[in-house]
């Protein structure tokens, strides 16, 4: 049986991991004035958006995920003459409709993918089953890597759904901002308004930065850091001692909002990496998709594990 993952743009994992598992991308598309781009994470076109200065524009930038009509009719067209069964992973239901659109689409094209295979000269059937990440940005990279490694390891379409969903549910991820300014606009946007108008200009005043936790669907920060680079040195300082404590994966995913270069400079990446390769634990970092870096800021830097349930140790 020929098992296919897909997951949105909005997915944080190396362009090289993505072509070399022929993980399929569900664009999402972003407005920027009268103007529509898709974020597809290609690499050339993710480095034009940042030179580009459209984040600079912060909150007036819009992302617009993909209809039901569009999921079907891409999927029809690409993915059900190419594999058996899709396993389709999405940002977190909370912050975005594309798992509900996913879900209609899904609907739709069990009714009519037959055709389409018999047209390709396919033949059996077809299923797909799509699943929210309960995540974002280098959480939904992540538990991609992982559910790789299972669909390499041979794991049947069954069990491989429902330890996904276990791995979503205990998939951590975390994101250190450094304008929380931009980061409270973006967020009232979408309804949160949990940064407040005076925290955020304290914030900016100060060089005050969230750690933001990004756990089951839900966003709360959990320190507060004076400084982009020390917060980034805690969170890596957390994650070694996650590693030492036993992960669910051997993954840790990195995205930065900019030059991926960038992350092997931050302050404690070498020592996260020493203590990684230690353990077993693979570190998958790049560019942080056009998605993630309009919703959390130029600059901004997310990391992701899946661990047992804990609370977020400062140290």
């Avoid at 944080?12 to 898709?38: C, H, M, Q, T, Y």
């Avoid at 969903?165 to 980061?183: F, K, S």
Wanted: glycine share 8%; hydrophobic share 40%.
């Amino acid at each position: 049986m020929r098992i296919g993952l897909t997951v949105d743009s909005a997915c944080d994992l190396p362009w090289s991991f993505i072509k070399e598992d022929n993980i399929f991308v569900l664009p999402i598309a972003i407005r920027v004035g009268d103007k529509l781009v898709e974020d597809t994470r290609d690499p050339e076109l993710t480095q034009q958006f940042y030179e580009s200065g459209v984040l600079d524009k912060g909150h007036d930038v819009e992302t617009l995920p993909y209809s039901t009509d569009q999921i079907r009719e891409l999927f029809l067209d690409k993915v059900v003459v190419d594999y058996d069964f899709a396993f389709i992973q999405t940002v977190t239901r909370t912050r975005s409709p594309l798992n509900a659109n996913a879900q209609e689409a899904m609907q739709q094209i069990m009714a009519e993918y037959r055709q389409r295979r018999q047209d390709a000269g396919v033949s059996g059937p077809f299923s797909m089953r799509v699943v929210d990440s309960k995540t974002m940005f280098a959480g939904q990279g992540v538990l991609a890597a992982e559910t790789i490694r299972l669909i390499k390891q041979g794991v049947a379409k069954g069990e491989l759904r429902q330890r996904v969903e276990n791995l979503a549910a205990n998939t951590y991820g975390y994101a250190v901002a450094p304008d929380v300014y931009y980061l409270r606009e973006r967020s009232r946007k979408k309804g949160d308004n949990s940064v407040g108008f005076i925290g955020a200009m304290l914030g900016r005043a100060l060089d005050i930065v969230p750690i933001i936790k990004f756990h089951q669907g839900e966003s709360d920060p959990v320190a507060k850091v004076r400084g982009f680079e020390a917060g980034v040195q805690q969170l890596f300082s957390y994650t070694e001692r996650r590693i030492a404590h036993g992960l669910l994966a051997p993954y840790v995913c990195i995205s930065y909002a900019g030059d991926e270069n960038v992350i092997q400079q931050l302050p404690g990446y070498e020592h996260l990496a020493a203590v990684a390769e230690e353990h077993g634990v693979e570190l998958l970092t790049c560019t942080m998709g056009t998605t993630g870096a309009v919703n959390i800021g130029p600059g901004a830097l997310s990391l992701a594990f899946i661990t047992e349930p804990h609370e977020y140790d400062a140290g």
